[in-house]
């Protein structure tokens, strides 16, 4: 499963966004996040996605969503 799967996954599985209009740039952005950092923590998050406004769920849910995309990847399981 990629990326973008497991994070629209976190992200939908979980109500993390209501319309959905930020979700692209949420993913994009935490993607090339967690390229360059495997394990972020809530403010490097928050840094991350700060240049992509969410104008309904909250950036607490988006940043949990993130995280738990993190966990999801094989790879950075174990890295914790």
Known sequence: MDFQARMSG???VSDR???NLCTPGMILWGRALLIRSPN???EE???AI???ECRCAGYIKIVEAIKAAAMME???RNTR
């Open 10 to 12: 976190a992200v939908f």
């Open 17 to 19: 966004c209501y319309c």
């Open 40 to 42: 972020p923590t809530d």
């Open 45 to 47: 998050v928050r840094e």
């Open 50 to 52: 700060s240049g992509n």
């Open 74 to 76: 094989p790879e950075r």
